[in-house]
């Protein structure tokens, strides 16, 4: 059974930085490409960054710059870097792998 599980979501003022993590199980990570999106409160989940199983990166318009997606094959472990965060960053982060979703990890930023 395949799981992903996110976290080092927070509380963060702007201009600050956070780092997510997103632990796959049940299957053989490195073969996939991984995803972060994120949801706004009364907003479509839209997507913020992927990579390739060749770790080719490609990420929203809206995070470019600030965000980097990466990931640990060894550890099954995806991350998403976000750096100069503003309060239009805040939503819930979910990671995703084709079909399956995480649990999501709430992400908050202050003026």
């Known amino acids: 059974q395949v799981q992903l599980v996110e976290s080092g979501g927070g509380v963060v003022q702007a201009g600050g930085s956070l780092r997510l993590s997103c632990v796959a199980s049940g299957r053989i990570f490195s073969m996939y490409g991984m995803d972060w999106y994120r949801q706004a409160p009364g907003k479509q989940r839209e997507l913020v960054a992927t990579i390739t199983k060749s770790e080719t990166t490609i990420y929203a318009d809206s995070v470019k710059g600030r965000f980097t997606i990466s990931r640990d094959n060894a550890k099954n472990t995806l991350y998403l870097q976000m750096n100069s965060l503003r309060p239009d960053d805040t939503a819930v982060y979910y990671c995703?792998?084709?079909?399956?979703w995480g649990q999501g990890t709430q992400v908050t930023v202050s003026s």
């Open positions: 995703h792998s084709i079909t399956i």
